[in-house]
């Protein structure tokens, strides 16, 4: 015969399930901007290798800052391209005209003009890059992205290394501009306080002749055209 036995524990309660609290969603992780950072001056060979990259971007090294321009749009280099094909028929035969090629500054890593007339016996020589008195005129291409430096970084600085001559060329409208059709060309030539002063400013459809730095006869309309 069984027997019940009584004992004095309370009897046992079955635990409920302990929830746990619900995990949020975890959120994806943010890429960090990228700084890219060089101990000191860049020298010559990064400077180059910088350039040789294939995303076509310009490195251009300015006072120590490091400027990065994505590559030019279709109509700058048109411009470009037309502008060395003209004044290949018109330049002294010691001078050539050549596009995106380097400039040092203060015989420094700088900048990548849109095109330069540069003395040719150096690079006959050899010289890979130009130094600023080998050049006669430089001549830069505003686009959109590079407004600020074409109108006032690089013009201050070209000035400051002595280049007798500068051209910018505007193909987008701006303020200022008026009437006036595009491409508008801006001449300045170094005055004796080795400063630019506007020489000419010439919107496409006029005639201009020029006898610095040498001569020449120039419509910008023949510049902007496609074709």
Do not use: C
């Not at 035969?93 to 400039?103: D, K, Q, S």
């Not at 020589?125 to 109108?151: C, M, N, Y």
């Not at 306080?193 to 419509?219: C, M, S």
């Amino acid at each position: 015969m069984a027997m019940l036995v009584q004992t004095s524990e309370a009897p046992v309660k079955a635990k409920k399930p302990v929830k746990k609290p619900r995990e949020k969603p975890r959120k994806k992780a943010v890429p960090k901007t990228v700084i890219w950072e060089t101990p000191g001056e860049l020298s010559f060979d990064e400077w180059s290798e910088l350039n040789s990259r294939d995303d076509g971007g310009r490195y251009e090294l300015i006072d120590g800052s490091l400027i990065v321009s994505p590559a030019p749009p279709f109509r700058h280099q048109r411009i470009g391209d037309r502008l060395q094909t003209y004044l290949e028929t018109v330049t002294p035969e010691n001078l050539i005209p050549v596009t995106a090629t380097g400039l040092l500054l203060d015989r420094k890593p700088g900048v990548i003009p849109d095109l330069m007339v540069v003395e040719a016996a150096p690079f006959e020589e050899g010289a890979e890059v130009a130094r600023p008195e080998w050049v006669h005129l430089v001549v830069e291409i505003v686009s959109k992205s590079t407004t600020a430096t074409d109108r006032i970084i690089k013009h201050t600085k070209y000035a400051e290394v002595g280049i007798s001559h500068f051209w910018r060329i505007e193909m987008n409208p701006f303020r200022g501009r008026g009437s006036d059709a595009l491409p508008v060309i801006f001449t300045y030539a170094l005055d004796e306080n080795d400063e630019y002063q506007l020489i000419h400013r010439v919107a496409a459809g006029t005639t201009v002749e020029l006898t610095e730095p040498f001569k020449l006869t120039l419509d910008p309309a023949t510049l902007g055209r496609v074709r």
